[in-house]
């Protein structure tokens, strides 16, 4: 008998029973209040959703270095007869995590590709004055957003409209940069952070309160396969070809660098695992 078709046998049937579990409407789990002076940590979601499924670090900068983690909706998505409806989808996600959230426009910032950018400098610069007038307000001490190939052309004009919006700040302003994967991998990821069952199991709760893109789309299902391969890819691009790998069962992939002095200055002189034993504060000093 073959022991492995009962060990996928279990997969497939967890995910189709999950498939019945609510969506939205599920209780908070607790959670310490933020200090008013916590230091701030700004995550540029390209849209509703982003925050929950990408935002494992994000997450356990909240939880275990007392952070305040604000989300940053730059788009409420492309169809508009949806955008309010996303836009309290993503209250309500926002709400049951605990990350503040802040909206770049009354529907989103619109057309934020490459595109955009290059054929429309003028409302282009428009959008770049929105994210600079935020990172000026709120001063974060580390920023998430999108790496540039990740496939998706919201995700990359996200990356550009901060990377852009970074060139407008005073000489002065530093903050720790953590660039994000979802639809495209990155090539050379140099952070891979531990993402404890029970943090997942937020995540995936948080994701689901987006209901009409997870009807759409089971996103919120596919998260714990997602971040298992992470681990495999993870292993061996941020620990080293042939390495062996960590006792981590979920794990997500970043690369961490700081903007300091005007430009972008690399931290990390090898790639770093950090386990859920470790502290990410650590990251950020």
């Not at 997450?59 to 169809?79: C, P």
């Not at 901060?162 to 953590?178: E, G, I, R, T, W």
């Not at 979802?182 to 689901?208: C, H, K, R, Y």
Request: charged letters at 20%; aromatic letters at 10%; a negative charge.
């Amino acid at each position: 008998m073959n022991p492995y078709k009962e060990f996928v046998s279990k997969y497939a049937s967890l995910v189709h029973e999950a498939k019945s579990y609510p969506l939205g409407n599920i209780a908070q789990p607790s959670r310490r209040d933020v200090a008013g002076n916590a230091p701030k940590a700004l995550f540029f979601a390209p849209h509703p959703d982003d925050e929950c499924i990408i935002g494992g670090l994000a997450l356990r900068v909240m939880r275990e270095a007392g952070m305040n983690v604000i989300n940053v909706a730059v788009t409420q998505g492309s169809k508009k007869e949806r955008q309010a409806e996303r836009f309290r989808e993503l209250q309500n996600a926002c709400n049951y995590i605990g990350f503040g959230l802040i909206a770049t426009a009354p529907n989103g910032l619109d057309k934020v590709n490459v595109r955009t950018r290059l054929e429309d400098s003028g409302y282009w610069n428009e959008c770049v004055e929105v994210i600079a007038d935020i990172l000026v307000a709120n001063q974060p001490r580390v920023i998430f957003f999108p790496h540039e190939h990740d496939w998706n052309s919201t995700h990359i004009g996200t990356h550009f409209l901060v990377m852009d919006a970074l060139k407008q700040m005073p000489a002065q302003f530093q903050c720790y940069l953590v660039e994000t994967e979802f639809w495209g991998q990155m090539a050379s990821p140099n952070l891979m952070v531990e993402i404890g069952a029970e943090d997942l199991a937020d995540l995936v709760a948080a994701t689901s309160f987006h209901v009409g893109e997870v009807e759409r789309n089971p996103y919120h299902l596919l998260m714990p396969a997602w971040m298992m391969d992470n681990v495999r890819r993870g292993t061996e691009l941020v620990g080293g070809q042939g390495g062996s790998a960590p006792d981590f069962t979920f794990a997500a992939l970043y690369r961490l660098q700081k903007w300091s002095r005007g430009r972008v200055e690399k931290i990390l002189d090898a790639g770093k695992q950090v386990s859920r034993q470790a502290s990410v504060a650590n990251l950020f000093s």
